[in-house]
């Protein structure tokens, strides 16, 4: 049965929502901005680790964070320093930022300052950083305004990864390549294959 965002974390509202609700409002409180905030603040906790599943994916999908806090008439989760460890058949990623945001309506993450992304997708090695990103937990896909990463010999500047259950998909308007050698083209898509095969589309445009 796929589970979403929401019921992940009803779980967590119940168990920790009264004690961390207290502890928010009534402890060290005696200044009043102090008040003003935790008086928005519906949970405040330390060192959470959240497990979340793609829908219709085997993706698997932990997030650890050193503070989660939530807002009155919000349904979002605020992380600090997340860790994202994403999984699956030939997947293992990591990603890292500063702070994000969990929709759990949406069954999305957003990312933003200091994004870092490391890890093996079928058989590749990859590493790199990105701009604010979103992950859709429901379309499997990561998207941002610039993604850049190193593949093989390649430095691969993009806008989205999709992940497939027999292939990865990077698209981008345009999608820049650049290879050791020096040599700049682009496209508008690449795939990474299962077996680590990265097929491009039979016509590069060089860049000059």
């Known amino acids: ?9 009803l779980a967590l509202f119940f168990l920790i929502g009264s004690i961390l609700f207290l502890s928010s409002f009534f402890l060290n409180s005696t200044i009043s901005d102090t008040e003003k905030q935790n008086s928005e603040i519906i949970f405040k906790a ?4 959240i497990n979340l599943d793609f829908k219709e994916s085997d993706l698997k999908l932990n997030l650890k964070s050193s503070m989660v ?11 600090y320093q997340p860790r994202i460890n994403l999984s699956g058949k030939d997947i293992s990623m990591i990603i890292t930022s500063d702070k994000g945001k969990i929709a759990y309506d949406k069954n999305t993450i ?4 200091n ?9 590749k090695k990859i590493e790199g950083e990105s701009a604010p990103v979103v992950i859709n937990l429901n379309k499997r896909n990561l998207s941002s305004d610039k993604l850049n990463l190193s593949i093989d010999i390649y430095e691969i500047s993009f806008n989205e990864v999709i992940f497939n259950e027999d292939e990865v998909i990077f698209k981008g308007s345009p999608i820049y390549l ?5 040599l700049k083209t682009n496209t508008s ?5 299962s077996d680590g095969k990265l097929i491009f589309p039979k016509k590069l445009n060089i860049e000059k």
């Open 1 to 9: 049965m796929q589970k979403s965002i929401f019921v992940y974390l």
């Open 189 to 193: 898509l690449i795939k990474l294959k």
């Open 115 to 123: 994004i870092k992304i490391y890890g093996t997708v079928n058989k």
């Open 110 to 113: 957003f990312l933003e300052n």
């Open 178 to 182: 650049e290879e050791k050698n020096g």
């Open 46 to 49: 330390n060192n959470i680790s």
């Open 69 to 79: 806090n939530s807002l009155k008439e919000e349904k979002n989760l605020y992380v």
